[in-house]
């Protein structure tokens, strides 16, 4: 009597990757809309002539060999971009931690510090470029007046291709309060006995940090440079504006400005894809772009996580 009531084991599980599915579907849907489905269509462009009008035509490897073996910004672009992954990323992460040390060791004054850091990081990223460009005005900038008055003769920050990649990683640097807060809570969370433990064998400060500190906040190190390393990746709002009002370029509409300014110093591969694809209408080539930034993306990342890297523990 109960075999007509009881569902078959077959039964039950088509139930159970039903609801498993159901519980499952924001997230293939989000997954396909959001990722999935453009991931494919860059891939189909990229073979693909397209100027957004016209009907796009196949071209084959045109735009391959076009963007890889043809493009003469091609190299400047993926090269600063990757000095910045490299530099910023890293200075950022060293920064962020000795931030973040100096505010919980602090005890005078703790809450000034935490807002005076992290007050940068809540403007705007157009505003805050604005703001940094003006403060490193050279000759005319209160940056440049205060080292005049003390005798030293400043750069030309962003005018200066040798100098406009380290501007746009101090404007980084200045905006350090997302990184600070991060490590600040990694810090104030590693076990108190543990120092004291560390204190009673003799261990200096650095003894300490290494082996106390280091292994406890590993993780929180590797969230922060694989984030880094993918918001970099993307860099592109802080370098353009940077260089427009460095140039000095008055932009009304239908101004279109070549980004890199100057000397292509601080030109970057997303920068490149908006001006193939959206300036140029040349949007095969600006979909190879696009996936050669994210297989690069992919790859780094993957090299990160790896445990050999020494960032990752077996524990991890």
């Given at each position: 009597m109960t075999s007509g009531t009881t569902p078959s084991p077959r039964r039950r599980r088509t139930r159970e990757r039903l609801r498993t599915l159901g519980f499952l579907s924001p997230w293939l849907v989000g997954f396909t809309v959001f990722f999935g489905y453009p991931l494919v269509a860059t891939v189909y462009f990229s073979f693909m002539h397209y100027n957004q009008i016209?009907?796009?035509t196949f071209v084959g490897l045109r735009n391959w060999k076009y963007v890889l073996q043809q493009m003469p910004l091609f190299?400047?672009?993926?090269?600063?971009?990757?000095?910045?992954?490299?530099?910023?990323?890293?200075?950022?992460?060293?920064?962020?931690?000795?931030?973040?040390?100096?505010?919980?060791?602090?005890?005078?004054?703790?809450?000034?510090?935490?807002?005076?850091f992290y007050l940068p990081y809540l403007a705007p990223p157009v505003a805050a470029t604005v703001a940094f460009v003006f403060l490193l005005n050279p000759g005319t900038g209160p940056v440049d007046e205060a080292l005049s008055a003390v005798?030293?003769?400043?750069p030309n920050w962003f005018n200066d291709?040798?100098?406009a990649k380290p501007s746009l990683v101090l404007l980084s640097l200045w905006g350090i309060g997302d990184l600070m807060v991060i490590f600040m809570a990694a810090l104030l969370d590693v076990p108190r006995e543990q120092y004291e433990a560390a204190e009673l064998d003799g261990a200096g400060a650095l003894a300490r940090f290494r082996?106390?500190?280091?292994?406890?906040?590993?993780?929180?190190?590797?969230?922060a440079v694989v984030t880094g390393v993918v918001q970099t990746m993307q860099y592109y709002t802080q370098a353009l504006v940077a260089g427009k009002l460095a140039s000095g370029v008055s932009i009304g509409p239908g101004t279109v400005i070549?980004?890199?300014?100057?000397?292509?110093?601080?030109?970057?591969?997303?920068?490149?894809?908006?001006?193939?694809?959206?300036?140029?209408?040349?949007?095969?080539?600006?979909?190879?772009?696009?996936?050669?930034?994210?297989?690069?993306?992919?790859?780094?990342?993957?090299?990160?996580?790896?445990?050999?890297?020494g960032l990752l523990t077996a524990e991890d």
């Open positions: 016209q009907a796009p190299g400047p672009a993926l090269w600063n971009t990757l000095w910045l992954v490299v530099v910023m990323v890293a200075l950022r992460v060293a920064f962020g931690i000795g931030i973040g040390l100096l505010v919980t060791k602090v005890k005078t004054g703790a809450g000034f510090f935490r807002t005076a005798g030293i003769d400043a291709p040798d100098w082996y106390v500190t280091w292994p406890s906040i590993t993780p929180i190190v590797m969230f070549q980004p890199g300014y100057p000397d292509h110093s601080t030109l970057t591969v997303p920068q490149l894809v908006y001006s193939l694809g959206f300036q140029n209408f040349n949007t095969g080539a600006a979909c190879v772009l696009s996936l050669v930034l994210f297989a690069l993306a992919m790859a780094v990342t993957s090299l990160l996580m790896r445990r050999s890297t």
